[in-house]
């Protein structure tokens, strides 16, 4: 398996713009997380789904942050509009017997 | 819900010594603990887990790892640090069988010096 496959890798955007980003996790995971990793404030869990439905979403932000998982293999995490403060990197993981599996993060610019 | 608290930020350590990265963590019932290491522009990688069973956790590198229930303790070391071990090291604690929610430290840094 390739792992959890995250893009963009890099994105940098104007304040104001709608931002999405992709996530495909390991093949038979039936958990997947975003999480949001800054300096002053560590790795956030944003949110988890367990078998696509949204578990806990109370680590998200505020409401320009939304997720949806359409499907076991596919999850994205959008930001509109996005701002300043939303730069950070991103990462989605995926699990299935406890330990998580990270992608490789993608890090956001907001400008 | 559970959490996890790393005491120290940054640890320096010369190559060759050994290493101990202290963890704790608050939950009511029996954790899941985890400790992941990231290197610069990475992701996090498992380098070991506790679920139950024997307390003292083998995993990659040479690293391990001691479930202490009665000092909420999951602390991390090495007997041997080599230069390539500089990185953030992140402690983490799950709810369990059934509940893969997971909460993570702050992170240690660390640095090896020649």
């Known amino acids: 398996d390739a792992g959890v496959i995250q893009s963009p890798r890099h994105e940098v955007t104007e304040m104001g713009q709608e931002v999405t980003l992709r996530c495909k996790p390991i093949s038979g995971h039936d958990y997947l997380f975003w999480y949001r990793q800054t300096m002053m404030r560590g790795l956030e869990l944003l949110i988890y789904?367990?078998?696509?439905?949204?578990?806990?979403d109370s680590g998200m932000p505020e409401d320009r942050f939304s997720a949806k998982m359409p499907n076991a293999s596919f999850s994205t995490l959008k930001i509109q509009p996005s701002e300043p403060r939303d730069s950070a990197v991103y990462f989605c993981a995926s699990s299935r017997t406890g330990e998580a599996f990270f992608g490789q993060g993608t890090r956001l610019t907001v400008v | 819900a559970q959490s996890v608290t790393q005491p120290d930020i940054h640890i320096t350590v010369s190559e060759g010594a050994s290493l101990e990265l202290r963890c704790n963590y608050s939950?009511?019932?029996?954790?899941?603990l985890f400790w992941y290491v990231q290197s610069p522009g990475q992701g996090l990688q498992l380098l070991l887990k506790?679920?139950?069973?024997?307390?003292l956790v083998q995993g990659i590198k040479g690293f391990e790892a001691e479930f202490k229930r009665s000092q909420s303790s999951f602390n991390l070391r090495k007997p041997s640090v080599h230069w390539s071990d500089a990185a953030e090291y992140f402690c983490?604690?799950?709810?369990?069988?059934?509940?893969?929610?997971?909460?993570f430290g702050a992170g240690t840094r660390l640095t090896v010096k020649p």
């Open positions: 789904f367990n078998n696509n439905v949204p578990i806990d």
């Open positions: 939950y009511g019932a029996t954790p899941y």
């Open positions: 506790y679920f139950s069973g024997d307390t």
């Open positions: 983490a604690v799950g709810a369990g069988e059934g509940n893969n929610d997971m909460r």
